[in-house]
């Protein structure tokens, strides 16, 4: 019988709240006791405007077990057996807003309003933990360092070193930069030119986006602070996905890609519905024509049209619904990546198997191979020999799925 | 012989530098001077690494005389006449970098980093000269007043006010807000509530966008400055349309469009390629389902899905290139509306009626009268009866392009 080798690329671990404390450097422990306090406040903020608490106790009830997986790595092997899923990209916030790493350090990484100091420690406890928890199952998982880079690149080049003298072969960089330098500045080149060397994948994971433009002058909320705006909500999730891809065109009109040819790039949870306009346009903008031409030269240092680097360079990593799966011609199956982004609720687990029912019939095998682990394990540098007999043992049965 | 009525919604006039300094309030005259010295050297610094002064010189010559239609009455009359068109949209910036508002109230209408009082002075300078212009021919003619929106809401009001009983029936809000309310905050209610009253059209129109963070800190650019970043065209590009579209779905999220169902909002110059992505993507947003499920009720303001505000309250002014006239259904028909960007360079102008010709190829009647005019036509209140014997003296025939 035959299995699928499945990879999401897209999974997240982290500790329970106070867990961390022995991972900071000790002169940020006293910081991180407030701190800790600051969380549980504003995530009961939160709850009173935003989540909804009754939602997520509902969808949590009967999985305390299986969520646990969030930091546990014998129960982490156990649910993603159970879930057919032999590899895993692992990112930070366990159970979303109740394991983020301190200090503004998580999924919303954003150097706006953030103490450079603080998410920098935040950033390294979470990065060492994770380092332990990739190294009980080193095969399986590769996991990705926090770098908030756009405070310093030295900084961030020495984060790179360190994470993959750890075992990290991967790092998550912010999605927004505020003040800072977008990313096709030359000052960032010294740190493209070392996750290509070390080969390790550069990712952007949604989370973090405009939000003081959506909700908002009190956001994140504070106690006695005046509620959200209306609407605030639903802008986000239009923009989020915006601001996750946003930086694929500060790589590639800068040259990035062109300088750095074998930087390899994700985009995570960002959908891929995105991809045929996105790819239009760019190119039509690169076109010579009439309407730009008074602008002058500004493509002369890309050697190739921005859709070729982005076919190149470029991963997307995230659950693959069934409306794009239909068009992933368009959007590339090369390009596209499965994710189960346990243990969020968002995500396919434990469901993944329907899912994937639905999202791939009538899909043929090639292709499936791809998108559910194939394209992952050469991006991400899986090692598919190590892999190939716990697919043969978990992963989804050949003909259960797809044509 | 049968003759489409061609609406340009998409038109610009200015005066000649120097100009605007009757049409100032006297206590900014003098600062004015200063100003002129200051576009100049702007210009010229420019030039050295942004715009390609040869390009732009080569495609002036032998067009001089017609140019000077961006300000004159009567040559505007017979340059609009020659290309085909029976009414227009008049924007500013005759002719882009020569004939902008002073101190930045121009098509790159922005608060960042512009002085607030010489702002609005500046936008009101033009208006006043606008309105004089537009009463030159007003059954042609609906103007596009400047209104700096962010800054102080009842400051907009009462332009908008001023305008309306001017003549100007249009306005043109900042498509970035910088640190100021975005446009889905209560606080614009009553600008709203105006404009749907008095039945004035809402127009953003590409131009400014975050260039700061495209060029680089020195921008834009000063002399001894450091030369703008590589890519920062391309990016911008690329960007501007996304910015231009960009407060449609702060209002559409924001419920602007269920509390003012006449409010009537033009996204100019901004092509129509992204209305589908758009549309499907709103309104992906919009169904519950399991993505955003954990995030509470974000929708139940809205009595209609995304894409049902933009059919109803949202057009399009822009040049139709053919691989948009090909996708029309997908863009919707009723939303799009020709634009010639006469005098800029990269608009039609005075090719329209070629590349009519080469957009249209195919397409029925009933869809050209609305492209063409019928849509702009009802959007922004023209008197079709008073353009009629215009339209059957200048525009295209039918049978010449289309169907």
Same mark, same amino acid.
Request: a negative charge.
């Given at each position: 019988?035959?299995?699928?080798?499945?990879?999401?690329?897209?999974?997240?671990?982290?500790?329970?709240?106070?867990?961390?404390?022995?991972?900071?450097?000790?002169?940020?422990?006293?910081?991180?006791?407030?701190?800790?306090?600051?969380?549980?406040?504003?995530?009961?903020?939160?709850?009173?405007?935003?989540?909804?608490?009754?939602?997520?106790?509902?969808?949590?009830?009967?999985?305390?077990?299986?969520?646990?997986?969030?930091?546990?790595?014998?129960?982490?092997?156990?649910?993603?057996?159970?879930?057919?899923?032999?590899?895993?990209?692992?990112?930070?916030?366990?159970?979303?807003?109740?394991?983020?790493?301190?200090?503004?350090?998580?999924?919303?990484?954003?150097?706006?309003?953030?103490?450079?100091?603080?998410?920098?420690?935040?950033?390294?406890?979470?990065?060492?933990?994770?380092?332990?928890?990739?190294?009980?199952?080193?095969?399986?998982?590769?996991?990705?360092?926090?770098?908030?880079?756009?405070?310093?690149?030295?900084?961030?080049?020495?984060?790179?070193?360190?994470?993959?003298?750890?075992?990290?072969?991967?790092?998550?960089?912010?999605?927004?930069?505020?003040?800072?330098?977008?990313?096709?500045?030359?000052?960032?080149?010294?740190?493209?030119?070392?996750?290509?060397?070390?080969?390790?994948?550069?990712?952007?994971?949604?989370?973090?986006?405009?939000?003081?433009?959506?909700?908002?002058?009190?956001?994140? !909320?504070? =106690?006695? &602070?005046?509620? +959200?705006?209306?609407?605030? /909500?639903?802008?986000?999730?239009? *923009?989020? $996905?915006?601001?996750?891809?946003?930086?694929?065109?500060?790589?590639?009109?800068?040259?990035?890609?062109?300088?750095?040819?074998?930087?390899?790039?994700?985009?995570?949870?960002?959908?891929?519905?995105?991809?045929?306009?996105?790819?239009?346009?760019?190119?039509?903008?690169?076109?010579?024509?009439?309407?730009?031409?008074?602008?002058?030269?500004?493509?002369?240092?890309?050697?190739?049209?921005?859709?070729?680097?982005?076919?190149?360079?470029?991963?997307?990593?995230?659950?693959?619904?069934?409306?794009?799966?239909?068009?992933?011609?368009?959007?590339?199956?090369?390009?596209?990546?499965?994710?189960?982004?346990? !243990?969020? =609720?968002? &995500?396919?687990? +434990?469901?993944?198997?329907? /899912?994937?029912?639905?999202?791939? *019939?009538? $899909?043929?095998?090639?292709?499936?191979?791809?998108?559910?682990?194939?394209?992952?394990?050469?991006?991400?540098?899986?090692?598919?020999?190590?892999?190939?007999?716990?697919?043969?043992?978990?992963?989804?049965?050949?003909?259960?799925?797809?044509?």
């Amino acid at each position: 019988m035959e299995r699928y080798l499945v990879i999401s690329t897209d999974c997240h671990a982290g500790l329970p709240p106070g867990g961390y404390r022995e991972y900071l450097d000790p002169q940020y422990r006293e910081r991180f006791d407030v701190e800790i306090e600051r969380q549980l406040e504003m995530a009961r903020e939160s709850r009173k405007s935003m989540l909804v608490e009754d939602i997520n106790r509902e969808w949590r009830r009967g999985r305390e077990q299986d969520l646990t997986g969030a930091w546990d790595h014998d129960q982490r092997i156990k649910v993603l057996d159970g879930d057919g899923v032999a590899g895993e990209v692992v990112f930070c916030d366990g159970i979303t807003e109740n394991n983020s790493p301190p200090f503004g350090a998580g999924i919303g990484l954003s150097p706006v309003g953030a103490d450079r100091e603080l998410q920098w420690a935040g950033a390294r406890a979470h990065n060492r933990w994770l380092a332990e928890l990739c190294q009980m199952a080193p095969e399986r998982r590769v996991g990705v360092a926090i770098v908030p880079a756009t405070w310093d690149v030295d900084e961030a080049i020495a984060e790179v070193r360190w994470a993959r003298a750890n075992g990290l072969r991967s790092v998550m960089l912010p999605v927004v930069w505020g003040d800072h330098d977008p990313y096709h500045h030359p000052v960032y080149d010294p740190l493209w030119r070392i996750c290509q060397e070390l080969e390790v994948v550069v990712n952007f994971h949604s989370g973090a986006a405009e939000s003081q433009h959506y909700f908002g002058r009190n956001w994140p !909320p504070a =106690p006695g &602070g005046e509620p +959200p705006l209306v609407g605030g /909500m639903g802008i986000y999730v239009c *923009e989020a $996905v915006w601001v996750v891809a946003r930086p694929l065109t500060f790589l590639i009109w800068g040259g990035v890609f062109e300088r750095f040819p074998g930087l390899r790039v994700a985009v995570t949870e960002g959908t891929t519905s995105w991809v045929p306009h996105y790819l239009e346009h760019w190119d039509e903008r690169y076109v010579d024509w009439h309407v730009t031409t008074k602008l002058g030269d500004y493509k002369s240092h890309l050697s190739m049209k921005p859709s070729d680097y982005f076919r190149r360079n470029v991963r997307l990593g995230t659950f693959l619904a069934r409306r794009e799966v239909v068009r992933r011609h368009e959007i590339g199956v090369e390009n596209m990546m499965w994710g189960t982004d346990y !243990p969020h =609720p968002e &995500g396919t687990w +434990p469901q993944t198997h329907e /899912m994937m029912t639905v999202s791939f *019939e009538g $899909v043929p095998h090639e292709e499936l191979v791809a998108m559910l682990g194939g394209n992952a394990a050469s991006f991400y540098r899986f090692d598919t020999e190590k892999l190939a007999p716990i697919a043969a043992r978990v992963g989804p049965e050949r003909g259960a799925i797809g044509d």
